[in-house]
């Protein structure tokens, strides 16, 4: 479901890069064997459908490097014991043992944060509210857009962020921030009881918290941001109650104890 390439080439490179090697070297084989396939083909096709063809090749041929590496990786770290493994509930006394940079593998049930679900939930009204009659709705909406997508992040380098749940009510919050690039599906469909490791990438104490909102993306969080965001929460809760989702201002600003757990791989 959630797939981050560029982490996982990255760490089988440091690890053994001659398993990268012999991975690109297939995908090399492979480019080959399609280029003088197309040789014999006859040119019967127009260039929209050789070009849609040559594209999903292209689509197919990544995904089968990206996971031919990512279980190669899984693999190596197996072999060298690198895995962590947290069999049950994630609680407190776990969290006790785990340090930023650990590699932990888990099950849990994934979803999606409510400011996402929002946002997504959003999207979905702005586009059919118009089938609906709803056009005044949609065209007040899509003014707050701009705001919104410089608040929620929007691009390749914008993240999806997942709630992840071993036990119930469970202690710390384990928060799961995905690229957007790295879902293998679409977001809707990235929720569920699943597998995923990962690296541990921050550890938020009771007196520390962190923005599922920002003002200003890739920089760090001043006063200034974080007065801001959290004096616009309950505004922002109120409305998005109000659309059905359940949501509350420790959504928004969220404190510690809290586990930002960096996703490699996620699956069903």
Do not use: Y
Not at 146 to 171: E, H, K, Y
Request: with cysteine; net charge negative; glycine share 8%.
């Amino acid at each position: 479901m959630i797939l981050d390439s560029d982490d996982v080439m990255s760490g089988l490179s440091a690890l053994d890069g001659g398993s990268i090697d012999e991975i690109l070297m297939t995908v090399r084989e492979d480019n080959s064997s399609d280029r003088s396939g197309e040789l014999n083909v006859k040119a019967v096709k127009a260039r929209g459908g050789k070009n849609h063809g040559r594209k999903t090749q292209e689509e197919t041929r990544r995904r089968r490097t990206e996971h031919s590496a990512a279980a190669t990786l899984l693999d190596r770290l197996d072999e060298m014991d690198a895995i962590g493994e947290i069999d049950g509930a994630l609680d407190e006394e776990v969290a006790g043992q785990l340090q930023p940079g650990m590699t932990v593998r888990l099950r849990g049930a994934l979803e999606l944060h409510p400011l996402h679900q929002a946002d997504t939930m959003l999207r979905s009204f702005i586009s059919a509210a118009p089938k609906f009659g709803e056009q005044e709705t949609a065209r007040e909406l899509r003014k707050v857009l701009p705001m919104w997508d410089a608040m929620i992040g929007t691009g390749n380098s914008a993240r999806v962020l997942f709630d992840l749940a071993t036990a119930p009510a469970q202690v710390p919050r384990v928060l799961v921030p995905a690229k957007r690039t790295s879902l293998q599906v679409p977001i809707a469909e990235a929720a569920g009881h699943c597998t995923i490791v990962g690296k541990v990438d921050r550890m938020l104490g009771p007196d520390e918290e962190v923005l599922a909102l920002r003002v200003l993306q890739n920089a760090s969080v001043s006063e200034m941001e974080r007065s801001a965001v959290e004096d616009a929460a309950v505004e922002i809760v109120e409305g998005f109650t109000g659309i059905g989702v359940s949501c509350s201002a420790e959504d928004v600003v969220m404190r510690g104890p809290l586990i930002m757990l960096r996703p490699l791989c996620v699956w069903r």
